[in-house]
């Protein structure tokens, strides 16, 4: 049977080879909400997702006007990081007010 | 034929008049339908919007993980016997179930599922008899039937203020998420449960009130968090036959008293990469078994090798204080380069004090198998950073140490071989984490373990004695229960969140 677990993990070499994942995502953005954002905002990451619906995010995000809402909504915030927006942008669109996501406690 | 030319020209240039007005006329009346179209598109929008939040809102939010795990296991005994099975599969089921019934009120909840593949060799997948495989504190971390159980359900009431003050507060009471703590849940990749790992990770009944203070003192983040909770309950069973249905168990051959446990959490400081964590807590009348007078115990106070089948009662021994400080250092300096981002690390030391009591007339107050109060100490330091082999890859190191008397409550730690935090000896651990694609992600890791004294895995009766492993030999071993000196787990696992 040491085959069988031989072969799981070639096969999950194989799957990483093979495999490539979406680069940003809403845990990595609630993470840098966390660390980046919530003392210069005064609130927590999902009072500042439910500012908007997905639609009004994803319109922020299509016109480029992500940055300036954030600051818009933390104007303690000085600038915020190009590279941090995606992480952001996909942690507000999935607890946007009318996403019926709970975030965790 | 003059006449024809200027009369067809008349008639053209008074088309093209009447044309060019029909034009405007019919341009004007577009221009007013769209803009009617877009104030109706508008207001639809904003109904669906409604609509769609009221609709995301009006139902219990699911989630699946669902993990498929192959565990090679490997333990030495002391007599040189080697114990392993080269491929232990088994699939793990957790669903997660989330509703915000309003803005103050939330429910959380979690039903597990985790089975070995097929049937088990003695025809009893739960391992449960013999054995505590659905010990409840356990029940959903170990590999027993294919039925689903509850391993979460909890209400949280959430407010912004608290007694007029600026305190953000909540409160909850149910099955708490106690296991998957902060610590244990690097490995896993997974967001960190209500628990400091170190100290508490087992299935949990019981409430939780929490305050924010960051915003009412200088401590950047701070908040504190009372937990208490029922982890045994002494009662009779339904249908007595005097009627005395649920009143506490007297039986002299049972456990007598509830188990209770209380404590607190403290963050004295948390700006979201630096943070101290801080925890005490207490549990009274902690079960085990007795050495004497028994079959099941040999009399060095050691598991005896017919202990599974005996399927002993359990007495209370005594209480247990546990205390933990932890240091989480998540990414290192600030912007240096990406690596450093990415780096968690985090060095944690715990504390156990126990009390003995006596369980029964005539019985000395002992527990860990020694009549006087015990310090046990454990030190574990972890790392995780990004794998440079592998995009979005996660590697982790991990490494615990425990003292002679050392006894966490982490018999949920979803590790096959035991609890590694919970060894009384020296335990290391190496992990790969890979997402493969949104859902599906994969880990492997190998975990060693050495065992310096006895009982790392017991209770807390006579059956947690401490031997030096040193003492025991190839000679002396059944003497002992021939125990395990050293195991490893390495594992492989795929799995789908979503």
């Known amino acids: 049977m040491k085959l069988l677990l031989k072969l799981m993990l070639v096969g999950a070499v ?7 994942t979406a680069s940003a995502n809403a845990t990595k953005g609630q993470k840098l909400f966390v660390k980046k954002l919530k003392d210069s905002c005064g609130f927590t990451g999902a009072i500042m997702a439910g500012k908007h619906s997905q639609d009004e995010w994803e319109a922020l995000n299509d016109d480029g006007k992500l940055e300036g809402e954030i600051l818009k909504l933390c104007p303690k915030k000085g600038d915020v990081k190009d590279k941090f927006l995606p992480h952001y942008y996909d942690f507000f669109y999935k607890y946007a007010n009318d996403s019926g996501n709970v975030p965790s406690c | 034929m003059k006449k024809i030319i200027a009369l067809s020209s008349i008639v053209a240039l008074a088309t093209v008049g009447f044309a060019s007005t029909n034009v405007e006329t019919r341009l004007d009346t577009m ?18 919007n409604k609509v769609k939040a009221h609709d995301a809102g009006d139902n219990i939010k699911w989630d699946v993980d669902f993990r498929t795990s192959v565990d090679r296991l490997s333990y030495d005994h002391a007599s040189g016997k080697e114990s392993k099975n080269g491929s232990l599969m088994t699939n793990r089921l957790l669903l997660g179930m989330k509703f915000q019934a309003d803005e103050n009120v939330l429910f959380y909840g979690t039903l597990g599922y985790n ?39 909890y209400w949280m009431y959430m407010n912004n203020t608290f007694m007029g003050k600026d305190i953000p507060w909540t409160a909850s009471v149910g099955r708490r998420p106690s296991t998957g703590g902060l610590g244990i849940n690097f490995r896993e990749g997974d967001q960190r449960k209500s628990a400091l790992a170190h100290t508490v990770n087992i299935e949990f009944d019981g409430a939780s009130f929490k305050w924010t203070l960051d915003k009412v003192t200088p401590l950047v983040g701070s908040w504190f968090k009372l937990c208490m909770g029922r982890g045994l309950t002494n009662a009779t069973q339904r249908f007595q036959n005097d009627g005395s249905s649920y009143a506490n168990n007297t039986s002299t051959s049972s456990h007598q008293k509830n188990i209770d446990m ?32 028994t ?4 009399t060095s106070g050691n598991y005896d090798s017919n202990y599974q089948t005996i399927f002993p009662a359990f007495k209370s021994f005594g209480d247990l204080e546990l205390i933990t400080a932890m240091v989480k250092v998540d990414g290192i300096g600030d912007g240096i380069n990406d690596y450093l981002d990415e780096t968690i690390i985090f060095a944690s030391f715990a504390q156990s004090k126990t009390k003995p009591k006596s369980f029964g007339a005539g019985e000395t107050a002992r527990m860990l198998g020694s009549t006087k109060s015990e310090t046990g100490n454990s030190i574990w330091l972890g790392v995780q950073m990004p794998c440079l082999l592998s995009e979005d890859g996660r590697i982790g190191v991990e490494w615990n140490k425990g003292s002679k008397y050392w006894r966490s409550m982490t018999y949920g730690e979803d590790t096959m071989s035991g609890s590694k935090i919970a060894t009384r000896g020296t335990a290391l651990e190496v992990y790969w984490l890979k997402p493969l694609t949104k859902a599906l992600s994969m880990n492997v890791r190998y975990t060693k373990i050495d065992y310096d004294y006895t009982g790392s895995q017991a209770f807390f009766g006579d059956d947690g004695t401490p031997t030096d492993m040193s003492t025991i030999t190839a000679a002396n071993a059944a003497m002992y229960g021939d125990p395990v000196k050293s195991s490893t787990d390495m594992r492989v696992s795929m799995r789908y969140r979503f």
């Open chain 2, 262 to 293: 209380k404590g607190f959490i403290f963050v004295p400081y948390d700006d979201g990469q630096y943070s101290i964590h801080t925890n005490y807590a207490t549990a009274n009348d902690l079960i085990g078994f007795a050495s004497n007078g």
């Open chain 2, 295 to 298: 079959t099941y115990m040999s």
């Open chain 1, 14 to 20: 194989a799957l990483t080879i093979g495999t490539t």
């Open chain 2, 115 to 153: 089975k070995a593949y097929g049937d088990t060799m003695n025809h009893s997948q739960s391992n449960t008899n013999p054995g505590y495989a659905n010990f409840d504190w356990v029940t959903n971390e170990n590999a027993t039937d294919n039925t689903v159980k509850v391993k979460e359900a």
């Open chain 2, 31 to 48: 221009e007013n339908k769209i803009s009617k179209l877009e104030k109706k598109l508008i207001k639809a929008n904003k109904k669906l």
